[in-house]
Nanobody
């Protein structure tokens, strides 16, 4: 019912920046909370950032606070993640996720997921 497609991943040197985008189709994203999660090889999926349906509320994991910024454009059905001052430990597959109305920090509370986009940060 809702399809999410991530883009913008790639290879970047430590200290550099990337901007990830998530395009939604099937339903308008305006009534959904959106979030970004990431998963590195051998590790569990972890919360990165989330944003409320209107965009007025945001939440970040402590390790990315001050470096990453989540935003959304409901008219375009997109959500973005601006990543600055990237570190090698940020290397992971990044996933866009959606759930109705309000956001949560648990991966098992989200209903829709994108296919992921790889971010690799070299030193």
């Amino acid at each position: 019912q809702v399809q999410l497609v991530e883009s913008g991943g790639g290879l970047v040197q430590a200290g550099g920046s990337l901007r990830l985008s998530c395009a939604a189709s099937g339903r308008t994203v305006g009534s959904y909370a959106m979030a970004w999660f990431r998963q590195a090889p051998g590790k569990e999926r972890e919360f990165v950032a989330a944003i409320s349906p209107s965009g007025n509320l945001r939440s970040y994991e402590t390790s990315v606070k001050g470096r990453f910024t989540i935003s959304r454009d409901n008219a375009k059905n997109t959500v973005n993640l601006q990543m600055d001052t990237l570190k090698p430990e940020d290397t992971a597959a990044y996933y866009c996720a959606a759930r109705p109305v309000d956001f949560r920090r648990g991966a098992n509370e989200y209903d829709y997921w994108g296919q992921g986009t790889q971010v690799t940060v070299s030193s």
